[in-house]
């Protein structure tokens, strides 16, 4: 079995796996934005009727996660594995929620693009003849992210033109062997993209060579064939530089759009550049993509998550941000 | 094709990958160790040339994986996937090391259990049928862990005799889809679990009761069928409570140790209760027991990797300390 060319980084699924259920949550600010009333739940309340922020994201994730198991009408117990992570040091977000559900698990770090890489993993498995029911699952919380990776939240520091806003947001995803749809037809492996960024807000600078990278160079089909490419999260100003690195090849991206844009209200939600964070992709997925896949509005989307592998330490010793992007093809029909 | 049965963690893998070549690299104390002559390279240098420790551990893992390559007779360009991951936050040993070489890159976090949770699934995607190569690299460094997790290293903190020794080690395995062994035949995926352990300095009691849930309830074969179950790390005080847990149930565990208990020479080196971190287990597999199964010493190996999903965030905010523990069964013949 033959599933993809050689040196291609692109595994076309055999057998594609059907998406049985998703779910999102997210915080308040997500769910004023354009995208509200897609989230399967909105909580006010920042702590999520918990004592921490940290413990906050967790509810969240186990949250996202019973909706798209109820959704897929399975018990926790069916999940032959699970795939997440978050942007938490040592991820906590995730293994607290792992703990909770006492599933098999297999715990990721990819960033933002920790969505895309937890359902490309979460395929794979099931397509390669492993069980029967696997998740993925992804989540950031704009008050664990920011006082970890910039500045304390008290301090009130001022914000940069360039920065993008953390979502407070949570996607899982479970996935079957067979089913009615939406498909996983094929994964993109990403690589580790480097053009030397330094600069902590400015991520959609420092992931766009990697989303131009998976975009272009592998996924082995023209970008007319997708009603939607879509990454997450480069925000305005990354989206840019996707497009102008392949108006530079004269390709004309017209079905192009990312999810950093698409979570808030640029103009009247003072989120800068856009949205960012493993939960952003992870709850426009949830929230708007599958929902349309499923209802016909989009028969091929790319769902590319890019992640800056930002790390204050690294960049503390004088190392740029390197970025990475994973791609997952997703179609209505197999 | 059903690989395992239903409620169980364990995969059969259908043909099982051949582990084409692995790759060692420590740091002068493990050197000085009863394993050191088993080592790919052995530093005196625990800076590996660099300005940083950080970018020591990244160098590390460089060097690894070119060990491993180079034993498989692969360039990186070879790699349809690697898997890795680190204890630094962000996994930023990983993703430097993963800049370097620009291969299609999944990371990973799983504490000290990431060997053997890159291990399974670099197999687990080529017996999917996805792919001719795979890697999977691990690493931890003394120096970068102990000011990260605990304190200062220039603090001089008394360390207690429940604490275990942050390995300065990597180690990298590159898998075949064919070859001539040895082989990774099964593996078991770990569930998180948790007993209320909430000592940063006794990581073995943490993850002492994942490692008795994945290797009692789930893995199908009588213990006896191991020539060598071997966790890693758990130290002394782990390994006596997973003793004593088989011991509950009126199993002796005969053939059983921990990769903790065989880095150093827990008399003469001042390591307390042994050694930890994802490089310790990492090393003992690549340094060791991979040659004891390829020269006839070793027929079956169960590899057992624990995790302390350890933060000290989560610690400080009163959370206990989850453990994970992912089992990768190797035999010397298919």
Request: proline letters at 4%; one cysteine or more.
């Amino acid at each position: 079995m033959e599933t993809k060319k050689q040196g291609s980084r692109t595994f076309a699924l055999t057998c594609p796996p059907s998406v049985a259920g998703w779910g999102s949550v997210v915080g308040k600010k997500e769910g004023q934005g354009p995208l509200g009333r897609c989230f399967g739940s909105v909580s006010q309340d920042s702590y999520f009727g918990e004592k921490t922020w940290e413990r906050a994201e967790s509810v969240m994730q186990e949250q996202a996660l019973a909706q798209a198991l109820e959704q897929a009408g399975q018990p926790a117990g069916a999940l032959d594995a699970l795939f997440g992570g978050d942007l938490m040091n040592q991820c906590i977000a995730t293994s607290y929620a792992a703990r909770s559900t006492g599933v098999p698990f297999f715990g990721l770090y990819g960033a933002c693009s920790t969505m895309a890489e937890s359902l490309a993993l979460a395929a794979l498995l099931l397509d390669g003849g492993f069980g029967e029911w696997t998740g993925a699952v992804a989540s950031s919380h704009f008050c664990t992210a920011e006082r970890q990776y910039r500045t304390p939240l008290e301090y009130g520091g001022q914000r940069t033109p360039t920065a993008q806003w953390t979502a407070t947001a949570a996607g899982a995803v479970v996935l079957a062997k067979n089913g009615p749809g939406p498909y996983v037809t094929h994964v993109t492996v990403g690589r580790v993209r480097d053009r030397g960024i330094k600069d902590a807000n400015n991520m959609g600078a420092a992931m766009a060579p990697a989303a131009y990278d998976t975009i272009v160079k592998d996924t082995g089909r023209s970008s007319g064939f997708y009603d939607l490419i879509v990454t997450g999260d480069l925000g305005k100003l990354g989206q840019a530089l996707v497009v102008k690195l392949f108006d530079q090849d004269g390709v004309e991206l017209s079905n192009y759009n990312d999810c950093g844009l698409m979570l808030y209200d640029l103009e009247d939600q003072d989120v800068h550049c856009g949205g960012s964070g493993c939960g952003c992709s992870a709850a426009v997925l949830t929230g708007l993509l599958l929902e349309g896949l499923r209802s016909g509005q989009w028969q091929n989307i790319l769902f590319c998550g890019t992640g800056a592998l930002h790390s204050p330490t690294a960049l503390g010793q004088g190392e740029s941000i390197p970025g990475i992007c994973h791609a997952v093809a997703l179609s209505a029909r197999r």
